[in-house]
């Protein structure tokens, strides 16, 4: 019967149906249906290593067996699938495991809140949380941010502020440069002598919102140093600091929250992607106490308590935060990466303009969108799925599942080695 | 060790971590766990009847065994669980289901396209298309209407507007009484009016968007001749008509779509919340062909991808809207519901201000929010779980799973009639 | 030497040189340079009765006497002109005359703003004012309002908001109708309604502006009930009236303020164009005590002390408004403008639409533009100069100066009467 | 008579019915009268130099005797006072005199745009005109710039943006350094980055508006080089240059617009103030023609037509502009300005942070605000009036008359000196 389908329903009659703002399928046209660890695999039997993870949702890789048992029993015992913000067991386990695994031993006294589950529903909340906390309206955001689609993350998001005045309404946002846009010294003197000077027309705002590492803007990674300026700088004017941590959160940093390595502490993590563990839909906020000045329902959304998610992120942070092997398998899977990254650098230096990474997030910067396309064309062919970042879609980003042992990151950076070989010589 | 963990957590101990944002919680106090068909259980193994259904997320009640089986098959191959918009073998399915069970039958020929897996997020793609469209920012939205919380989808929901300017942001978008609002003669020709005239100041907009039947807002149900009207506007003055149907489709209304009652067709469809069958997130729009002016990806959201969904939405196509008997007794149960309202109007009139009811969508509006407070809180203690609604929380709104049988149902209303009994002679 | 100008710069090079803007030099082509009571002069010296007044800037007529002998003498004496918001002997003066002739005889406690010379900055000041002293950023304005063109004022203007979403930012108007607009039964109750119900979409604004006489939207005049409803409707939302007199006020109305027929009392009052008394530049709020809310300096505006607009506005209160006989011939003019609206209405009842005067302020509808441009023409040719305002252009504006005597009146309705029995019959 | 009704109505009791808004007559209570050349004098018959110069609108000083005879030789004929856009004599002389003496000899080619007459007006033109011609939205503004107080020249006002949420609207409009506003090297590379690279989240702007030489700000001078770059950058990004000259033009920077200094051409310039030569509200844009894209009557406003201020203007640019010697005197008073801001430099140079001057238009900026408002006020008492300016209102703002002979400003000078000696020692 799937082979009749197949021949009726060719993923091109699919096309005539769904609309046109479908995009990554048009790069990697097959039709998925299997994934296992770092595999993903097409109705052909066609193989491919993932270092797409969907959009980083899958930082555990496909199907991780923990997860996956743990919510085949769920499901078995007919446990709550959505209960909006019902106290639930699924729910309490889970905010037991975040408080144990993570917060606590980084002594971090967050509260939670549960939002609808993408990640740009989490910025909405945190923005209007800032906003009403602090009575101000403003708001900064960077150079190459990307915070999400809906009108509130999108008047944040550098790159679609850019070109989308027809339904975007001016919100207040300044954008500001994040480290190392502009290439010129004194860089952060400037963000700071503009936000700290009367009369330079940028008012004191509610908060500051920032990815510690930024993914679609590049993979551009903030120093510390960058980081506590921007802290200081929030203290300094009373701002909210919000750090987006949806995609570089969950470990592919190498640290659960990328801002670990700067040692530097947000008001308010957004967090989702790969919060649930294995791709089920979930977002939220991370809160210091003082700024949880909601109203009971003022911000809310149907599926904030979907307990598939609970579970598998229970077992996500149980089974691998926990875990003194894991941790340390991470690091030495991003020093491979680092080592990789740097011989490439060295080897196709007229073509590879800049590469950048942190534990398992890494970006390879060519010298254009061509170059770029080329080699994710190549790598597509021959086994390694691999998306494009930046402004100018010049730039591969690598995210490998963060489980990936030693022999399966060799062999997928062997099969981008090769592309880059092909089209950088 | 899970009683142990009840005596340490109860759910007391988890409002000291979760953001005072939650609402329903405190109303519902019990930590539940578990969900059949029409109840919902707690983790003292307390059963209740659930005419909340997760907010209209669970119309084919909790943990349908058709779908339960089919999402459990899905996970055990190892399918795969999010994909943003790649093609995979689970959305082929879906899609070629909501063609040959939903769309042709009905003689409709819209385009889809997946929104991240919140209802807010498919208003916030549906306003954005509407203004690429028409090249026009005004929107036209109705009292009492409710969007989602996202900042687009906000500035459209009527109740919220009216308290949030703190953190809202101006965003061309005009009210209109809803049908039957102001309880004034020529309601329609005011809207007319002000919509046709030169020199009104609300220029002709973008978009309409409203719900046929109006959830938060009251259970208010615009009739076949005012959606027509609408449609009629519409087309005068080259407006996107956009049905928001996530809590009123889905079978909810006695049909799929509650505008089949209208036989009005609108130029985009808002579905969410049912329209995965149990509860997973997810979230589409249907589109008139002609609108699909998005350019690739100029819309996205990670989770727009969740094959989970598809999965169990599939099987809900196929299993309850391909059955002749499924859609009897749809009309079967709205008419009991219906005669129950009825009974209770005549009985109880000195405290019973408005019925409304739609298929298995009914709101009982009572004279003030404490009797209507009074009695959710008698149903919560006798076995029923039953939302209040309205912009003075004073009505009580029925969203009982539309599988429901009789005997459910005639139990359900008994209680839901004692509470009226004890509360309103 | 004039002549030869005459001859290189005749009107026709003029208009290479001024931007295409200008509008009212297209329809009455004239290069004018002269002005005499009720007439004015062209280069050619031919003359025409004036109705168009400078668009209610002239109200007292061209050039009168006691005002120009004020200005005169101010001038000899080396007078201050301009001098921001210093006291000068000349603002005492109009401060006193304004106080004693004006505020004190109506019983009115009214403090004074003076704003930038136009009538735009005051209702900029206004709406200012009014959000500051509210919290609230929303404002109602209504159909067929006409309040200026910078940003805020355009923002409130019912035609302009309709057509100018490129450069105009959304900035929380809701449009209502004004008295008459939607010519429906029990309008004011929706007004009513959409404002005081919960869940309308339109929170309790910061302020209502309207004009009590429409202008620009075709001579609206709206009655004490309706003007008394208002000021009912906002003291109960707690918002602040503000009538904007601009064009309605300084005796057009047949009384100094328009509002007085109404009995109903503003909390700001917006006056500029005929205040100064002879066409000089000249702007002013008046604002119920409480309501002076404002920091020193946070609404200012180079010539909002323009002191020959003083001089001329002291001498305008004093020599008009003090005499009893003015006010008798006013009360007389007005019913002889009455009275020829009546009779044109029943001689050309199948091209006259509508007729509307209060005062000395009146319209015309015709049954289309076509019809009211070819009266204006012929008017214009046969020595009477008219303007056409309304949603559609299709209505005839009588402004003639207040001070017109009878014979004169007389004069110049029959010139409109003929082209009336020209176009109409 | 006058002196009984200044023991009645002191200017303290006038405080008493005007606005707390009034600023000016806190710092200078005097309540003046006549002014003649660079003096000013009060009721008392008290006379101070005017180095205030009504915010510069008294660029010729008060009462220059040929514009004063011209003018009073216009009113005794009649002359139309107010006209809206109707062609009038005063209006074409006007025009021919901007054609013939300012505009041809310096090769500029502009359309002329008479505006409501008010600097803010012209500036809300000048926006709207930008973003229609361009189809974009965003403009780009400058720290330290004041444009006006109405909404939108307000909203590009960065000083004003910064405290005035509650009543502005966010409005596409994005702050970058006036130049050596941040006093760090590569100012301008920020700059420049900022608008060329993609990512950084500020759109190429339909404008960049900016003051060639900042009043309010606190006397900035752009260099020529810094103009220069800003021209070339619009050029880059198709975007529309506009010139705020309404107090750095009209002779106070030692040429007709400051921007000749520059050898810099925009493509809109805004005059005002000074523009009638004696005070008199006027205001007008000049344009490229080629972005004269109007429709007829798009942006109006009833004092647009002012021919008062058309005759003192077409006066004051053919006596001063003309003439040679009076340039010639400019430029000498100018070097005497340079000369004593260069010594009071040196002698107080703990307490005199910065001094600036181009042609008669200077600032001297004290170590803090109490420094500045002491000699402020020491220079009252001695008879020079002199206005404070900056972002902290520590500087002096010099506007001594262009037309201020050497003894003149060698006395004023002194008082100012011995001011700055009695407080800086």
Redesign the interface.
């Known amino acids: 019967m ?1 082979n009749m ?1 197949t021949e009726i ?1 060719s ?1 091109a009659s ?1 096309s005539t ?10 790069v ?9 660890g770092v595999f ?1 695999y097409d ?1 052909q039997g066609r193989r491919w290593y993932d270092f ?1 993870s ?5 930082n555990y890789g ?2 991780p067996p923990m997860l ?1 048992s743990a ?2 029993r769920y ?19 889970f ?2 495991a975040l ?1 144990e695994v993570i917060l606590r031993p980084r002594g971090l006294d967050y ?4 939002c ?6 989490a910025v ?2 945190a ?2 949380l800032a ?2 906390a602090t ?4 708001v900064v ?5 990307y915070h ?6 999108m ?1 944040a ?3 679609h ?3 989308n ?3 975007l ?7 500001l ?1 994040f480290e190392g ?7 952060f ?2 963000v700071r ?2 936000l700290r ?7 004191p705002p509610a908060a500051f919102i920032v990815e510690p590492v930024q993914g679609e ?2 993979v551009n990674i903030a120093s510390p140093e960058w980081l506590a300026g921007l802290r200081e700088l929030a203290d300094e004017l009373g701002a909210v600091l919000i750090f987006d941590e949806i995609q570089s959160g969950c470990g592919r940093s190498g640290r659960f929250f990328s801002f670990e390595h700067a040692r530097v502490q947000p008001d308010i993590v957004c967090l ?2 790969s919060i649930s563990g ?4 979930m977002s939220l ?1 991370l ?1 210091e106490p003082s700024l ?12 904030r ?2 307990n ?1 998610a609970f579970v598998t992120a229970t077992e996500a942070l149980r089974h691998y935060w926990a875990s003194e092997e894991f941790r340390t398998s991470l690091q030495a899977r991003g020093a491979e990466i680092e080592a990789a990254l740097h011989n490439w650098s060295r080897d196709y230096s007229r073509h590879l303009v800049r590469t950048s990474s942190q534990g398992l997030f890494a970006g390879i910067q060519l010298d254009c969108e061509a170059t770029a396309r080329a080699i994710q064309e190549t790598c597509y062919e021959t086994g390694l799925i691999i998306e494009r970042c ?3 879609a010049d730039t591969l980003k690598l995210l490998p599942p963060v489980v990936i042992n030693r022999e399966e990151l060799d062999a997928a950076l062997r099969i981008l080695g090769d592309a880059l070989a092909r089209h950088c010589r």
């Open positions: 799937d389908e329903h993923p699919l149906i769904e609309s046109e703002v479908r995009s990554y399928c048009r990697f046209p097959a039709e998925f249906c299997r994934g296992e993903l109705t797409l969907a959009a980083g949702s899958l496909h199907n996956k919510l085949l499901i078995e015992s007919d446990g709550v699938t959505t209960s909006l913000d019902l106290h639930t067991r699924a729910k309490r386990s905010l037991q408080d509260k939670v809140q549960f609808g589950p993408t990640g740009a529903n909405e909340a923005l209007k906003r009403k009575g101000r309206q403003g955001a960077f150079s190459n941010s999400g689609m809906s009108t509130g993350a008047s998001s550098a790159s502020r850019r070109r005045e027809t339904y309404s001016a919100n207040w946002v300044d954008f440069p846009f502009t290439g010129l010294p004194h860089e003197d400037f002598k503009l000077t009367r009369g330079s027309g940028i008012a803007g590049g989702s992607k294995m791709g089920l839909p906020l809160l949880d000045v909601w109203s009971p329902g003022e911000h809310n959304g149907t599926f308590g979907f598939y930046g402004a100018d």
